[in-house]
């Protein structure tokens, strides 16, 4: 059970409401996260906007991909479950790429080059060096690119604290950090 309490909808602040609407609209559901972070309109307003302004730049592979290895760095069972289900189901990534994606890497260079230094910006706690930085540049990321992607580590970082925080209900397929992929 969450130790943080998740209102129903209907018990969600109205100021809330409509960033709701808009969740379901694109996801048919509203997982218990949103909600969750929707006990503050503010905190979903500033989540949601990240979100979607990440998502009009980065693919949705990169981003599912750096959520699956942050989830899995922070232990974060709630944002591991529902990356997966995503990844596999939205994304189209398959189970060999998330298990690799988990540890950080991926089967695909460019792709492996982002996720790497997503999970260095992470552990480093954004101190990269000069050679995890020019790496994922000769991978072909962009200034903006790498920023994006710095950005991606932030938000993912964002909902795995308050998921370990609240230890949010898992409204998706359960897949545990502790359990290797």
């Known amino acids: 059970m969450s130790r943080i309490a998740i209102p129903t909808r209907e018990d969600s602040p109205a100021k809330s409401q409509p960033l709701l609407d808009a969740v379901e609209k694109q996801l048919g559901m509203v997982p218990n996260l949103f ?4 006990s503050s309109p503010a905190a979903l307003e500033g989540y949601l906007g ?3 302004a990440l998502g009009r730049t980065l693919d949705a592979k ?3 991909r750096i959520a ?3 989830a899995q760095a922070n232990g974060c069972d709630y944002c591991l479950s ?3 289900y995503l ?3 939205l994304a189209k990534i398959d189970a060999a790429e998330i298990a690799l994606n988990r540890a950080g890497h991926s089967g695909d260079a460019k792709a492996d080059a982002a996720v790497g230094f997503a999970r260095k910006v992470h552990e480093a706690r954004g101190q990269v060096s000069d050679a995890d930085l020019a790496e994922v540049r000769l991978a072909g990321f962009s200034e903006a690119q790498v920023i994006e992607i710095v950005a991606s580590v932030a938000l993912n970082v964002l909902t795995n604290y308050i998921n370990n925080v609240a230890r949010t209900d898992i ?3 359960v897949v545990l950090a502790a359990e290797a992929a």
Not at 35 to 38: A, F, T, W, Y
Request: hydrophobic share 40%; aromatic share 4%; net charge neutral.
């Open 50 to 52: 990240l979100n979607g």
């Open 62 to 64: 990169t981003r599912e």
């Open 87 to 89: 990844g596999l189901n």
């Open 68 to 70: 699956l290895a942050i």
């Open 171 to 173: 409204d998706f397929p």
């Open 35 to 38: 909600r969750l972070v929707g």
């Open 82 to 84: 529902a990356h997966t």
